[in-house]
């Protein structure tokens, strides 16, 4: 596989084209922001827990792998077996064409007329074009195309793991994480799923102001305010150790925001979501979950950041 460096300045990030065009590293100077995988066996054994994973045609899950949408029912592959369900889409092994490239940046595309897969698991027929790009922190930007012949339903999301501790000062307990724009979250059931429309922040889920990390896990979905600063971040971690803060920032598209810190792993996640997870399935029980729909033809593009700042 080719791994493309970008650099600018002190930044430096590795880009994995044929990996689902997946960034496996990104730091800052000596700081290590992006917490990779150790090689490309870790990558395929557990390619959601590391790097940059691309969701793509829909992030989170998809309850049992099943959808209907306009008359017809949709079956993904199964690749979540502890619930049952379809997660994070289907172009995470795919291998985008590098179009052009530079120092600092590159451009790749992905025709799903031109994977078997796809083709396979997926009846609606586009092109995803993803550039990233360093200097004054990595930007992402994704634009798709339907180059078939039916409205096509999708989301679109990204999964950036964070080391934690940020810069290996302190202790992960001590970071604090925050999504400030959030008014409110999707409340889940035990097998990850929302149960209905969005539900009034509370507790240790009201992320609006910085929480404390110790001891909690997160896995949970937030909907953002429709009328935010987008030239503020979506979501801040904080390490006082160091004073060090990771800001993930997103364009107006991502309405969603997913927060996963697992137990027993020194990493944290922050995700910028186009839509809800299983947002097939609520919108077909008319809850808004910010599902698009793509006609014949048409496009859509959106990006987002990752800087380093102070806290």
């Known amino acids: ?7 600018a300045q002190s930044e430096r990030a590795t880009i994995v084209p044929e990996a689902g065009c997946q960034c496996f590293d990104y730091r800052v ?3 290590e ?3 990779g995988p150790s090689d490309l066996d870790a990558w395929r054994a557990h390619p959601f827990r590391s790097g940059i994973p691309l969701l793509f045609p829909w992030p989170g899950r998809v309850a049992n792998g099943i959808f209907h949408f306009d008359g017809r029912e949709i079956r993904l592959p199964i690749n979540e077996p502890a619930h049952g369900h379809a997660i994070h889409g289907l172009t995470w092994n795919c291998a985008f064409r590098v179009v052009r490239r530079g120092p600092y940046y590159v451009h790749t ?3 799903s007329s031109s994977n078997a897969e796809l083709k396979r698991h997926w009846p609606y ?3 995803l074009e993803v550039d990233y790009e360093v200097g004054n922190g990595l930007r992402v930007r994704a634009r798709t195309r339907n180059t078939g ?5 999708f989301g679109f999301g990204a999964h950036p793991y964070f080391h934690a501790p940020v810069g290996g000062a302190g202790t992960r307990g001590d970071l604090t994480v925050q999504v400030p724009p959030a008014i409110s979250r999707w409340p889940l059931d035990q097998m990850m799923i929302p149960t209905g429309s969005p539900v009034a ?6 992320v609006r102001n910085p929480l404390r990390l110790a001891d909690g896990t997160y896995d949970d979905a937030f909907h953002l305010d429709p009328v935010r600063d987008y030239a503020a971040p979506c979501a801040r971690l904080v390490n006082p150790a160091n004073r060090t803060a990771i800001e993930v920032r997103a364009d107006a598209e991502f309405g969603e925001f997913v927060v996963f810190a697992p137990p027993a792993n020194q990493v944290v996640a922050l995700e910028p979501y186009t839509c809800a997870p299983d947002a097939f399935n609520l919108a077909a029980r008319g809850i808004g979950s910010g599902l698009r729909v ?18």
């Open 149 to 153: 012949d039916l409205a096509m339903p």
């Open 109 to 111: 595309e992905l025709d």
């Open 29 to 31: 100077a000596s700081l």
């Open 33 to 35: 922001i992006i917490a």
């Open 201 to 206: 922040l509370a507790g240790r889920l009201d």
């Open 294 to 311: 793509l006609s014949p033809g048409a496009s859509f593009e959106t990006a987002f950041e990752i800087r380093v700042s102070g806290p």
């Open 125 to 127: 027929r586009f092109v």
């Open 1 to 7: 596989m080719d791994f493309i460096t970008l650099e």
